[in-house]
Structures are given as C-alpha cells and as structure tokens.
C-alpha cells in the first residue's frame, strides 16, 4: 500500500492556523513535504514498535510509563537513543525557532482508524514548556478544550503539518482525538487512514 494513502482531501489537506482561541497553539502546514513524509515514514516502520498499548508505539531517548504518568526509571526498560532522523527533526525544530533546545524525549503513535486519544495535558512534571507534534500518513481532527469554561476548539491536522503547543495551549488547555472512523469537514465527514504522530519533548531539570 501506498505511503501516501489516507490524506486528507484537498479541502482540509492545508488546513489554516488554529484560531487564537487556545493561547500558545501554533499550526505550521506542510511542514514537511510529501516525499519527505514518506520517506520518515519509511525510516520509522523500519523499526520495532511496542504493542503496550492498545495503539502501537515507539520512545526515543526516554520511555515515558503510562500508568504512573511519568518517565520511566527502571534502567532495564531504558528506552533506545534518539535515531538520526529524530535527531536531524530535533534541530531543525531549534533552528526553525520553534523549540530552545534539541528534543531529549520523542514517541512515535500509530492511530488506525476508530483509534484516539482521550484528554490530557502532557507531563508538566516531566517535559519542557513547548511539545511539539508532527503528522505523517493521514489526517485528523484534534479537540482542545478548556477545562475551567469547557470551550472546545477543533484543529484539523494534514500530514506534513507541524502542531506547536506552548503557554497555555501547552499548560492548561486539554488535547484529544476522538475514536472514530471519520471526521467532519466541509464537504461532509472525511475517512481517515492510518496516521503516524511523531511528538518531541524536551525535560524538565529534574529529569534529565
């Protein structure tokens, strides 16, 4: 099968920054083209992926222990180095102004469609205050919401886009997929494929 299978339509392909509703959220679309997409892609499946989840997974550099949401310290379940492409995606994410210092911490999620993620805010005791998330294969919708008024914010995201949570959108407000098969648009609901994130975090102090 293609790599390229399961983009979004070009209705939503390049979708527009997120609206100022959610302080410190930033969408920069086609970050990465599509042959380079591919080709990460490709570099990412050539690796093992862990089925601890009912999504499979990839840590890099630290594993990050879901059920005691935090980084994991037993050494014997240390995670592998950050590979070359992490490495090389790291930097340029320094040196594209979006992030101070070079990721110390990446995971790699694999979402199929009917697969999410329920609400939550990244380890404020773990990571440094900007996360960044890249897209590869399909797309989707992601729902930020406030947790003192409710308010909730949809941010469609096409593969190649780069999504950069700082401040409050980083801090306070909540992120989730929702499980399921399709998305709204503005043509009618648009099917998903299956859709790589790939997150970078730095850590805090304490962590390192």
């Keep these: 099968m293609s790599q390229t299978a399961g983009r979004l339509p070009l209705d939503i392909a390049t979708p527009p920054p997120p609206p100022p509703a959610v302080p410190g959220l930033r969408y920069l679309a086609d970050w990465l083209d599509p042959a380079a997409c591919?080709?990460?892609?490709?570099?990412?499946?050539?690796?093992?992926?862990?089925?601890?989840?009912?999504?499979?997974?990839?840590?890099?550099?630290?594993?990050?222990?879901?059920?005691?949401?935090?980084?994991?310290?037993?050494?014997?379940?240390?995670?592998?180095?950050?590979?070359?492409?992490?490495?090389?995606?790291?930097?340029?994410?320094?040196?594209d102004g979006l992030m101070e210092r070079e990721a110390e911490q990446v995971i790699v999620n694999e979402y199929l469609p009917g697969q999410g993620i329920s609400a939550h805010v990244?380890?404020?005791?773990?990571?440094?205050?900007?996360?960044?998330?890249?897209?590869?294969?399909?797309?989707?919708?992601?729902?930020?919401?406030?947790?003192?008024?409710?308010?909730?914010?949809?941010?469609?995201?096409?593969p190649g886009g780069l999504l950069v949570m700082a401040g409050e959108a980083r801090s306070v407000w909540r992120h989730a997929i929702a499980a399921r098969r399709s998305d709204p648009g503005p043509s009618g609901r648009?099917?998903?494929?299956?859709?790589?994130?790939?997150?970078f975090r730095t850590l805090l102090p304490a962590e390192r």
């Design 38 to 95: 591919d080709a990460l892609l490709a570099e990412i499946d050539a690796a093992a992926w862990s089925a601890e989840l009912k999504r499979r997974v990839q840590h890099y550099g630290h594993r990050y222990d879901y059920g005691r949401r935090s980084l994991a310290s037993d050494r014997r379940d240390a995670a592998p180095p950050l590979p070359g492409w992490a490495r090389e995606t790291a930097a340029r994410l320094v040196s």
């Design 190 to 199: 648009v099917p998903r494929g299956r859709r790589v994130s790939v997150t």
């Design 122 to 158: 990244d380890c404020l005791p773990c990571f440094g205050p900007v996360v960044a998330a890249l897209s590869l294969g399909s797309g989707c919708l992601m729902d930020f919401t406030h947790p003192g008024d409710g308010g909730k914010v949809p941010v469609p995201l096409a």
